[in-house]
C-alpha cells in the first residue's frame, strides 16, 4: 500500500507569483483534502476533492484552487501569493465518508518573501 | 460552528509515568473525534478515533482516548510515557449530524517526556 506524497518539499516564492503543489493520494483513496498549517498553528481546512469535484470549502479566497485527477491524484494551486501564504501545506487522502480517516502526506514547506 | 480546545499548549511528564492531553470540543450534533500526531517537518499520523460505541478508544503505539459526552471532551492518555512519545498532538472534531464535514482541527499540544 502506497502512502499520501506530496511534491515539492519545500519551496520559496516571491509575493505575488503563483505557486503549485501536488499531491497523490493513497491507494484505493479517492477523496483529498488539503490543509495550511501555519506556524504554532493547527491544521486549516483549505478545500477536498472526491471525484474530481470540490466538495467542500473552507475559509479560503478564490486565489486558492485545486484539481483532482481521474487517478486521484490532486494540485493546489495558490495565485498572487502574499507573505501569510507561508506555511505548511497537507494533502490528506481518505475514502468517502465523515467517519472516514484521513492519511496525511509529509507536506509541502511553501516561503513566501 | 464547531471548535476544538487544547487548553494546554505543553505537557511535560517524565518517562514512566501516565500521559494525559486533554481536549474538549463543541458540535451543533453530534461528533466524530481523532487524534492525530505530528513529528517535528512530518505531516499528521493518525493515533484513534470516536466514531460511536464503546467511549474508551484504543489506538496505536499504546495510546488510547475516552469520550465523554456530558463534559465534551475527548482526552488522549497513555499508561506509560516514553522519550519517543515526545511531538505535537492535535484533536480534531467533524460534526456527523450538523451537516458540515469540514474538521476542526485543536492548535496543538507539544508533549514533552523527559528521561
Known amino acids: 500500500e502506497t502512502g499520501v506524497t506530496q511534491s515539492p518539499t519545500h519551496l520559496i516564492k516571491t509575493r505575488g507569483q503563483q505557486v503549485t503543489l501536488r499531491c497523490s493520494s493513497q491507494?484505493?483513496?479517492?477523496?483529498v483534502s488539503w490543509y495550511q498549517q501555519a506556524l504554532g498553528q493547527g491544521p486549516q481546512f483549505i478545500f477536498q476533492y472526491y471525484r474530481e469535484e470540490e466538495n467542500g470549502r473552507g475559509n479560503f479566497p478564490p486565489r486558492f484552487s485545486g484539481l483532482q485527477f481521474p487517478n486521484y491524484s490532486s494540485e493546489l494551486n495558490v495565485n498572487a501569493l502574499e507573505l501569510d501564504d507561508s506555511a505548511l501545506y497537507l494533502c490528506?487522502?481518505?475514502?468517502?465518508?465523515?467517519?472516514?480517516?484521513?492519511?496525511f502526506g509529509p507536506g509541502t514547506r511553501l516561503v513566501v518573501l | 460552528a464547531q471548535s476544538v480546545a487544547q487548553p494546554e499548549d505543553q505537557v511535560n511528564v517524565a518517562e514512566g509515568n501516565p500521559l494525559t492531553v486533554k481536549c474538549t470540543y463543541s458540535?451543533?450534533?453530534?461528533?466524530?473525534l481523532f487524534w492525530y500526531v505530528q513529528y517535528p517537518n512530518r505531516g499528521l499520523q493518525f493515533l484513534l478515533k470516536?466514531?460511536?460505541?464503546?467511549?474508551l478508544v484504543k489506538g496505536s503505539y499504546g495510546f488510547e482516548a475516552e469520550f465523554n459526552k456530558s463534559q465534551t471532551s475527548f482526552h488522549l492518555k497513555k499508561p506509560s510515557a516514553l522519550v519517543s512519545d515526545s511531538a505535537l498532538y492535535f484533536c480534531?472534531?467533524?460534526?456527523?449530524?450538523?451537516?458540515?464535514?469540514?474538521?476542526?482541527f485543536g492548535r496543538g499540544t507539544s508533549l514533552i517526556v523527559h528521561p
Open positions: 491507494s484505493g483513496h479517492n477523496t
Open positions: 480534531a472534531v467533524r460534526d456527523r449530524t450538523g451537516g458540515s464535514y469540514i474538521p476542526t
Open positions: 490528506a487522502s481518505s475514502s468517502p465518508g465523515l467517519e472516514e480517516t484521513q492519511y
Open positions: 470516536y466514531i460511536t460505541g464503546d467511549n
Open positions: 458540535v451543533s450534533g453530534n461528533p466524530y
